[in-house]
Structures are given as C-alpha cells and as structure tokens.
C-alpha cells in the first residue's frame, strides 16, 4: 500500500503525462452572464485572447443574446477588465444590420461599435485579423463563408497579439473541420428550447446545455 | 454733366467743408487714452511689365496680345520690340508685318500669379507682413526691417536690386499709408515719404489715373475739371460722397492717413514635393516600395523641422508612355511620420495596377497645418498595465478604410424616433465627432439585435404568418402609430414570435386593409 501510492506520486510527477485538470485555472475568463455557461468554462467564463466558434444553422435562436452581457462588459466606460479605455466591437460581415437601439438596451456602449462590411472573405480575414491584431478591438465578431484551418490559426495568433477576443459564426456544418480555435460551441434549438453544447474546451470539457439564453 | 448742376456743386463749395480741410480725428481720438501708434512704412513694388516678364525673359523681341472683341491685340511689347515700332494696342497682325521675327504669345493670368506669388516669396525675407494688393501690385511693410537691413535706402537698394536680378522691371514707392504708397508707385514717382505729414503733399499732383477708379468716375471728375488727387481733395465731402460713392471716399481718407487700412498678409503655402528619377524603366514592386519609402522618409524630415502635418499624400508614377498613375493617401489627423504613410501605401499599392514600367515617381504633400503633440500616457489602470497599443483606432480605421473603402466602415448612433427603421443611423468614424445623439427614446419593449434592411411580406396559412413554418406569438401587440407628417407615416402592431426552429422573430400585422404580416428583424 505504501509503496503503492509512492509510485502514484512518482508518476504524477512525470511531465510526459497529461492531466485534464491541470491547465483550467490557467487563465481566467470573462463571465457570460449566465451562470450555467460559466460553470463548465474553463477559467469560469469567456477565454479571452482567443478565438471562439459559436456554430448556429439559423440566425434568431440566441446566437447574439448569448454574447450580450460579455460585450457589454468590454465596451463599458469603466469595465476594469482589460482596458485603459473602453474597448471597440468590430462586427465584420454580419449577415444583417445590428440595430443599435437593441445593442443600448442591453449595456452596449454604441460610440464603441465598428461595423466593417468587406467585399469578399479574403478582405474579410484581412480586416478582422487587423482589427484583432490592433490592440484597440477588445471583440471581433465575424460571419465568414468558409474558415480554413489556417485561416482560424491566423484568427487565433492575431487575438493573442492583440489581446482580443475573435468569436467567428460558422454554420453547423464546420463540426467536422479541423479548427484552432480554444473554444467551440454548437447551438441547436427547436420551438421547445435550445441545446447549448460544447464541443471543444481548451482547458475544459465537453457539456451539453439546455436552455442558457 | 449738365452746367447748372456743375454750377450747384461749385456753389456748395462755399458753405460746406472741403476735403482736405477736415481734420476728425483730434476729435474722435482723445491723444491721452491712446497707445502710442505704431509707425509704418509701405513700401510698394508695381509691376507694369508683369504680363511681358512673367511668360519669360524680356530681353528678346516679343510682344504679349490679349483678345479684345475678336482681335489679338498687342497688350505689352518688349524693349526690343517697342524699338522696332510695335506699340500696345496695334492688332498681333500688324505687330508680326513690322517684326517679322518677333514672338507672339497670349496673355497667362495664372504664370502673372504664379509669378506674383513668388516673388511674394521671396519679399518675405525682408519683412513678415507682405500683401497683395491687385494682380501687379504687392505691399511689404518694412517699418520693423529698417535697422536689420541697414536704413531705408540700403533696403530699397536691395530690394530694387533683387527685383532687376529676376528680370521685373518694377515701379517702387514708400509711403506711411498702404494706398498711398501705391498710387505714387503707380504715378511713377520714385517718392519715398516717411512722415504722415508729408502725404498729402506728395499725392497732390498725381493724376487720377493713378487712383485705378472706375473709367466712368475718372471721366465724369475730368470733365469737372478734377484731374489730380489735389483737385479732388479740394471737393466738399458730402458732396463727393453722394456722387462718386461713400468707397472712393474712404480711400482717400485711408491714403492720407486718416483711417486706418487694415490689410491681411499673405504667408506662403508651405508643400512638400519631391521627385525620385529611376536609372532605368523600373517594374519591380518591391524596388518601387523601396523608393516611396525614400520619398515618405524625405517628407518627415520636411515636416518635422516646420512642426507641421499633413492630411493628404498623393504618389505620381510616370511612365514613358501614358498619363501617370495617381495614388492618394488620406488620413485621419495630421500626420508626418512616415511609418504610418508607408502602413497605408502598401495596403493600397497592392491593389495599384500599373499599366507599364515606371520610369519616375512624384510625392507631393498636401496642404500643412500645425501639428498636435499628444503626451504619453503616464500609466495604465486594469489588470494588463504597461500594454503597448499597437495603433490607435483612427490608425485602424485609415487602415480599413484604405483597404475596404470608406463607404464599409461606419459606427453606429441611436436617433430619437419612434419608427424602428428611423432610429438610427450609420456614423462616419473619422469625421463624426458627434458622440453622444441628443436624446434617445427608451422604449418599453424588447428590440431585436438584427433588423432586416426592408420588411419583408410573410406568407399566412390559416390566419397564421409563416417563416420556415408556423409562427407562434410571445409577446405582443405593441403598437406604432406615427410618422403621420411625413410620407413615410406608419401603423403598426409589432408582436415577438417564435418558428418551429426556435428562431425568435420581430414581426408586424400593418393596420391598413390589407393586414399583412411583415418580418422586421431577428432577437438573435
């Protein structure tokens, strides 16, 4: 028995072995606004200078109210989080008009707001990956056609040059593809609710949710 | 002018001050409560010749024609051609039938201009307040220069030497009051008057033609009889006033010294241009860069030791054939460093197409204003402190812009309106500085995050609208009725609903006859 549990130490002490626990209170997050999400993200809430993919078939379900609080948050006046000043939103490509009077409703600072409508997908990285990239930006949301796994690499090098959070909409589809981002995320809803689950966690593990937004 | 009016006015003569006799100001300026006024000096450079000499050198047999009513006409002839009997107002015709070898050219107004301003340019040496007075006539004020340049004919001497150095032949005088000292350069009188006593007395004899009135003035005073300012100045004023205008008055006052005549002094436009001649025809991009760059570093070095920015760039590249490709660079503030104007350029020269090798390359600055320090950051609050910025968000919009075209980035600002698609509008990041809309309406009911560019009709099955299947109601009617003073009123009951896919939509019944169900927007 004692020798047992000796060589459990000495195995735990081998840095070839990998443990699930071992990087969660690696960085902390930025909370959610909503408690349930919180409590199976690593670091307790949103994992900043990262990418995050948020994979939705339909735009309506919650895909934006999920991000509101955390937004609001970064372009406050006095946030405290990680900025001197208030930090700038960029929405690249969105597929329709962010109506301001629904972003001051919930605590969005709209003097903070930039909206980028580039021409193609190549002009689309190009301005996202400038605006993470700044150090200004404190969240890039961009709707891209298609992410390539060198293109969310990029994503996800530029969001941690500039202390950023790069949060790409993708289509359900992008389950499959390979992707860099440190969190993935899947929201499915019927007219009963919405199954919030997570696909990839760096840090974290996978969940699935009911009705968090 | 019929004789009994003349007449009239001669009588007036008796009960009325006359021009020079007024003296108001011992009246009006109480001598204790007054600054002691500052003395100065005009001096007047009159160029006759300016549309001969501004086209080149007058030293050859030449003329300069203008079109009068159809004709060319000779408007000024060289020494060299006066000699051979071309005078001003003989047809270009004639002139070439005495001078065979003689060169025509049409009269420029800008090169006169352009002459003009540079030789303004250089005056500007001499003293810091220079005036254009006309499109021949420049005023340097030289009161505060007299000790520098050794005494008042020593400046003179210089100043006339400099002129003849540049090939202007020019009539020069100096006089206490700005007008004054022009009519006497325009009289031809080398005068050089120092006290404001002594006006008067030089002006006298000088012929109205000198005084650049309207033709109709100086006739209708020449058939009075009045053919010098000394004839004038012995006119009633009121009288004077009400015939010739209240203007031709004040200028005179204003040459004698009697009322001041404030004039606004010209500052040469500082702007930058350089040229980088290519050895050989060049299509390398990356060696094209390389010079821009050059040039770039060159205008920070212009800019920095005037302490000036500048808004606007603009590349020139020439080719051998063809007009030359033009790149314009635009910033937000005014700027200098060269690091930021070479950030934008290569954004946009990647998108530049020349059509052929490039053979030289033009940078010019735009228009130079003062620049604003800004002062660094003394620290930083939060939890990531002492973080560099790697740009500011105007750079990163100049960046954007450059790329994705002003028209595609934009901010966002609330308007206080009651019809959904009114209440807001899209706000231009560099230019609105408008922060804050003046007020803004907070309304009741949940707004949804997305809002569609235009409504779009529903289906209905059943009575029920449908979107991607049937639509059910959460929340709802709130009613907007409003716009009724304008063509774009509305009535409508907006309700939340939500589809068989749990999209939650903004969708509204309009109140008219039809009651169609419209989709608005998505919650997100």
């Known amino acids: 028995m004692q020798r047992d549990s000796s060589s459990l130490d000495k195995l735990l002490e081998n840095p070839r072995l990998w443990r699930g626990h071992s990087q969660a209170h690696a960085a902390p997050g930025l909370t959610s606004g909503y408690e349930a999400l919180d409590r199976h993200l690593p670091g307790g809430g949103w994992p900043q200078s990262s990418l995050t993919e948020i994979l939705v078939e339909h735009y309506g379900i919650g895909e934006l109210r999920l991000l509101m609080p955390a937004l609001a948050a970064l372009s406050a006046e006095d946030n405290g989080v990680n900025y001197a000043e208030p930090g700038w939103i960029a929405w690249v490509a969105p597929p329709f008009q962010p109506y301001p009077p629904a972003l001051q409703q919930w605590g969005i600072n709209l003097s903070r707001m930039l909206i980028v409508r580039p021409k193609d997908d190549s002009e689309m990285l190009w301005s996202a990956e400038q605006a993470l990239s700044s150090g200004t930006c404190a969240a890039v949301l961009l709707w891209p056609e298609v992410l390539e796994d060198q293109a969310s690499r990029r994503l996800q090098l530029a969001a941690e040059k500039g202390s950023s959070w790069a949060i790409a909409f993708r289509p359900p589809a992008a389950r499959s593809e390979p992707s860099a981002a440190a969190l993935r995320i899947e929201l499915l809803s019927n007219s009963e609710g919405t199954r919030l689950s997570i696909l990839k966690s760096r840090g974290g593990r996978p969940a699935v949710l009911h009705d968090v937004v | ?524």
């Not at chain 2, 000699?83 to 006169?112: C, D, I, K, W």
């Not at chain 2, 436009?269 to 025809?281: I, Q, S």
């Open chain 2, 1 to 524: 002018m019929s004789t009994a009016r003349h007449h009239r006015s001669n009588k007036g003569l008796f009960d009325q001050h006359s021009l020079a006799f007024e003296e108001p100001q011992a009246r009006q300026q109480p001598q204790a409560l007054t600054a002691p006024v500052l003395k100065r000096l005009w001096f007047c450079v009159y160029l006759p010749q300016l549309p001969l000499e501004a086209s080149g050198p007058a030293d050859e047999a030449r003329v300069v024609v203008e079109d009068q009513q159809g004709i060319h006409r000779v408007l000024l002839a060289s020494a060299q051609a006066e000699s051979a009997g071309v005078m001003s107002g003989q047809s270009a015709n004639a002139a070439l039938a005495l001078l065979p070898t003689l060169r025509v050219e049409e009269r420029s107004e800008l090169a006169e201009q352009q002459a003009l301003e540079s030789l303004a340019s250089w005056l500007e040496q001499f003293t810091s307040v220079v005036c254009f007075a006309g499109p021949d006539v420049l005023l340097v004020e030289i009161a505060g220069s007299l000790r520098l340049y050794g005494g008042l004919l020593s400046l003179r001497q210089q100043i006339a030497a400099g002129l003849e150095q540049q090939g202007f032949s020019a009539s020069l005088a100096i006089a206490p009051t700005p007008l004054a000292a022009t009519w006497l350069a325009k009289g031809g009188r080398r005068a050089c008057i120092r006290e404001p006593a002594n006006i008067t007395a030089a002006l006298r004899s000088l012929p109205l033609h000198c005084l650049d009135w309207p033709k109709s003035i100086c006739e209708s005073l020449t058939g009075m009889g009045i053919r010098n300012i000394g004839d004038c100045l012995r006119l009633p004023r009121e009288g004077f006033a009400r015939r010739f205008g209240p203007q031709r008055l004040l200028e005179l006052d204003r040459a004698l010294g009697r009322l001041p005549d404030p004039r606004t002094s010209w500052r040469a436009p500082e702007r930058f241009c350089a040229d980088y001649e290519m050895t050989e025809e060049q299509s390398d991009r990356e060696l094209l860069l390389a010079v821009c760059r050059e040039l770039l570093l060159s205008l920070e070095r212009f800019l920095l030791t005037r302490q000036l920015g500048t808004q606007r760039v603009l590349f020139s590249f020439f080719h051998l054939r063809g007009p030359a490709t033009q790149l314009s660079l635009g910033c937000a503030d005014a700027e200098r460093m060269s690091d930021r104007w070479f950030d934008l350029l290569r954004i946009r020269f990647e998108q530049l197409t020349l059509p052929e090798a490039v053979i030289a390359v033009r940078l010019r600055g735009g228009r130079t204003q003062a620049i604003r320090a800004e002062s660094g950051r003394l620290w930083f609050k939060g939890k990531t402190a002492g973080q560099k910025l790697r740009f500011s968000m105007t750079q990163l919009a100049e960046r954007l812009i450059a790329r994705v075209g002003n028209q595609s980035v934009a901010g966002v600002a609330t308007v206080a309106e009651h019809r959904p698609q009114f209440a807001w509008r899209p706000k231009a990041l560099l230019a609105d500085k408008t922060v804050h809309a003046l007020s803004t309406i907070r309304c009741g009911a949940c707004r949804p995050l997305w809002m569609l560019p235009e409504p779009t009709l529903l289906a209905v099955d059943q009575g029920y609208p449908l979107h991607q299947g049937r639509l059910r109601i959460l929340e709802g009617p709130e009613r907007l009725e409003t716009g009724w003073w304008d063509e774009e009123g509305i009535t409508r009951d907006y309700y939340t609903a939500i589809n068989p896919r749990g999209m939650r939509l903004w969708v509204f019944r309009s109140r008219d006859r039809n009651a169609c169900w419209y989709l608005h927007g998505f919650f997100g």
